[in-house]
């Protein structure tokens, strides 16, 4: 969702095993981001208000069995501070939103369930929703009352081609970032972050990418040395339907070279060990209170 007028870019993304989808919004001059947020609730539609520094998010699922439920948060672009708006729990699935002006919001949602609704995911229910001040709207304070409305067809239609086709016109050289596992910062300002499909990144303070070492299924977990000259990264690999601990890798943070390894015999942990050098430790204990014996320090 793009704002052409301020400048700004909202995007939602998530991956399939994440229970909190998140939120961005990004400068479209800079690429910085200006608010971040995460959604209980994968996120279905946004819009920005035609003039407060608002954006409103629509989230919401099937249950697979019953319930259509969802959530509208609205996100204050100058605070970066957030409030779900449905009185309800459970609220309702959001499928579209759009502002009519600048009090009233045209929401478009699917039924609460499907009870005896053979209509009910292709069909939906349209309500304005009217606030003299979108930026001052309590929490918890849109009602089922507000949100009764007609109902009116609704298709489901997958807008993940026209996200990537905006997103691609607004830089064409952009890569998509695939399951960022961990992130960490170095003294120097420099972001080190492990994803999908790389061992392990670095970025810049400017925002540029210095290198990176693809991989296959990417690195997971990243211990820093104390000098910070290297890093240490777990990776994994799969083996049917189960995953196993494939190596450690030692990687230069000057230019990403591999200068070490290890093959643990089963599943481990990596982090930092009292004194802040790396350590592996057996899968599910924690660095403290586990007995040295049981902790490898790299």
């Not at 501070?81 to 609220?91: L, N, R």
């Not at 109902?151 to 807008?159: K, M």
């Not at 420099?190 to 990418?209: D, F, H, N, Y």
Request: some cysteine.
């Amino acid at each position: 969702m793009a704002d052409g007028r301020r400048g700004l870019l909202a995007v939602a993304g998530t991956h399939g095993f994440s229970d909190h989808p998140t939120v961005g919004v990004y400068d479209t001059a800079t690429l910085s981001c200006r608010a971040l947020i995460r959604s209980r609730l994968v996120v279905q539609a946004m819009a920005f208000h035609p003039t407060l520094p608002l954006l409103v998010v629509g989230t919401g699922s099937y249950d697979g069995g019953y319930f259509f439920s969802g959530d509208l948060l609205l996100l204050n672009l100058e605070t970066g501070t957030s409030i779900s708006a449905f009185e309800h729990w459970d609220g309702r699935q959001v499928l579209e939103l759009e502002w009519l002006d600048e009090q009233r919001l045209c929401v478009l949602m699917a039924p609460p369930d499907d009870w005896q609704d053979k209509e009910a995911h292709t069909h939906g229910h349209t309500a304005v929703v009217l606030r003299p001040d979108w930026t001052s709207v309590p929490p918890r304070s849109i009602t089922p009352y507000d949100l009764a409305g007609p109902r009116v067809p609704a298709p489901r239609p997958d807008g993940r081609a026209a996200a990537y086709q905006l997103v691609t016109e607004l830089g064409p050289d952009w890569d998509p970032r695939l399951t960022v596992q961990a992130v960490e910062e170095l003294s120097d300002g420099r972001i080190l972050a492990t994803l999908g499909g790389v061992q392990l990144e670095c970025w810049l303070p400017s925002g540029e990418r210095e290198w990176a070492v693809p991989d296959e299924e990417g690195g997971r977990e990243i211990a820093v040395a104390r000098d910070e000259s290297s890093a240490w990264v777990s990776l994994v690999r799969p083996e049917g339907h189960n995953r196993r601990p494939q190596s450690v890798v030692r990687l230069s943070l000057a230019d990403g070279a591999q200068v070490g390894q290890v093959a643990p015999s089963g599943y481990v942990s990596l982090s930092s060990a009292a004194g802040g050098d790396p350590a592996l430790a057996p899968s599910g204990y924690w660095i403290r209170g586990v007995p040295q014996s049981r902790c490898r320090v790299l």
